[in-house]
């Protein structure tokens, strides 16, 4: 697609249980984020990949947070034991990797752990 | 790490008025400064950036500037219409991988028609 796109838009989880949030990046975007936005906030940085790997990580709040990249291409962000707090917008960007390029946001999932 | 701040919360402006939100960074060597407009229900979207080895950009009505001995920089929108109401974001970039940002809180732009 022309932009980057995450799915679901919305997911609503009971507390405990295990969630997947799924970005596909621009094609041939070699940069993909995760930002998590809570109600009222700015976006805070949880993880960057550069290709297949994950170059920078710390962001991501504790070991119940996991992200893959596996192929360089599709992201997904992997939430376990979801606690109420984890609830927030999760957004994903992707850049084409160089310095001083524009990193474009997708529209973002809306989780919601009860 | 860096700490962003940013001012207002809100703000809201009749149209054609002209807006201004301030923002200040922590971290000198911070060297990236984008401003993002984000929706309702939409991922934020870059409007405008500038780098350290310029004092201001202007694009059209939206112009920012920079101080970096001061560490702050501003938005300003000039002939405000109601299409600029919105959520906007300042952010400053890592000096070692610009799109690792860290944003401020947010302004809330109202313009009444």
């Known amino acids: 697609g022309a932009g980057v796109s995450q799915t679901p838009s919305n997911k609503v989880t009971e507390k405990g249980k295990y969630v997947e949030l799924r970005c596909d990046p621009i094609?041939?975007?070699?940069?993909l984020y995760w930002y998590r936005q809570s109600l009222g906030q700015g976006p805070e940085f949880l993880i960057y990949?550069?290709?297949?790997?994950?170059?920078?990580d710390s962001g991501l709040p504790n070991d119940r947070f996991f992200a893959v990249r596996p192929e360089g291409s599709v992201s997904t962000l992997k939430i376990q034991r979801t606690e109420r707090g984890d609830s927030a917008v999760y957004l994903c960007?992707?850049?084409?990797?160089?310095?001083?390029?524009?990193?474009?946001f997708g529209q973002g999932t809306r989780l919601t752990v009860v | 790490g860096e700490n962003v701040e940013q001012h207002p919360s809100t703000l809201s402006v009749q149209e054609g008025d002209s807006a201004v939100i301030k923002c200040t960074y922590s971290?000198?060597?911070?060297?990236?400064f984008p401003w993002y407009k984000q929706e309702l229900g939409k991922g934020p979207q870059l409007i405008i950036d500038?780098?350290?080895?310029?004092g201001e950009k202007k694009d059209q009505r939206i112009a920012v500037t920079l101080n970096k001995t001061a560490k702050h920089f501003s938005l300003h929108i000039t002939e405000t219409q109601p299409e600029d109401s919105a959520v906007y974001f300042c952010?400053?970039?890592?000096?070692?991988?610009?799109?690792?940002?860290?944003f401020g809180s947010g302004t809330k732009l109202n313009v009444k028609p």
């Open positions: 960007a992707s850049s084409p990797g160089q310095v001083n390029t524009e990193a474009f």
């Open positions: 094609s041939g975007h070699t940069a």
């Open positions: 990949f550069q290709g297949t790997g994950a170059a920078d």
């Open positions: 971290d000198s060597a911070s060297n990236y």
């Open positions: 500038i780098r350290s080895n310029v």
């Open positions: 952010a400053a970039g890592d000096q070692y991988n610009f799109n690792k940002f860290y």
